[in-house]
């Protein structure tokens, strides 16, 4: 893995160059913390489901900076395993299908660091672009 020192000398982050993520998409991270869990000691998933909009909306909005992006879709909503509490996830939104309206980015999240990087989720989320008034509006 390559490192990059942005912003300051005594900061680096790294800059991902793996294998298990596709060229020109999105990556955030996430750290899963005690507010995360439900019940049983696990993330909750609806917390889950709204990181996994939030990153593909920012995706969106940056490939896409003059559209003003809804959540229309969610295709598939199946958790592959359960995530503990101190867990670093990865969260990779890749661009899918443009339409005339609307934009579909399959987000795909592992465990963020060590030699486990096996998929906990994957979907597919649907923005369409609307105006002031919420119409469907073309994207450029």
């Known amino acids: 893995m390559q490192l ?3 912003f300051a ?19 955030t991270h996430r750290l899963v913390l005690p507010e995360d869990m439900n019940q049983f000691g ?5 917390r889950l489901l709204a990181w996994i909009d939030e990153a593909s ?15 229309v879709a969610m295709k598939d909503v199946v958790f592959q395993h359960s995530v503990r509490q101190g ?16 934009v579909t980015y399959r987000v795909t999240v592992r465990q963020g660091r060590g030699e486990d990087r096996s998929e906990i989720f994957s979907t597919l989320v649907t923005f369409v ?4 008034n919420s119409q469907k509006n073309l994207i450029d």
Request: aromatic share 10%; net charge negative; with cysteine.
């Open 4 to 6: 990059s020192r942005v």
């Open 129 to 132: 672009n609307v105006d002031s």
């Open 57 to 71: 909306w920012i995706a969106a909005s940056l490939e896409f900076p003059d559209c003003q992006f809804v959540t």
């Open 87 to 102: 867990t670093i996830l990865a969260i990779e939104s890749t661009l899918q299908n443009k339409g005339s309206t609307s």
């Open 9 to 27: 000398p005594d900061f680096a982050i790294a800059l991902s160059e793996e294998p298990c993520f596709a060229p020109n998409s999105m990556l």
């Open 42 to 46: 696990a993330l909750f998933g609806g």
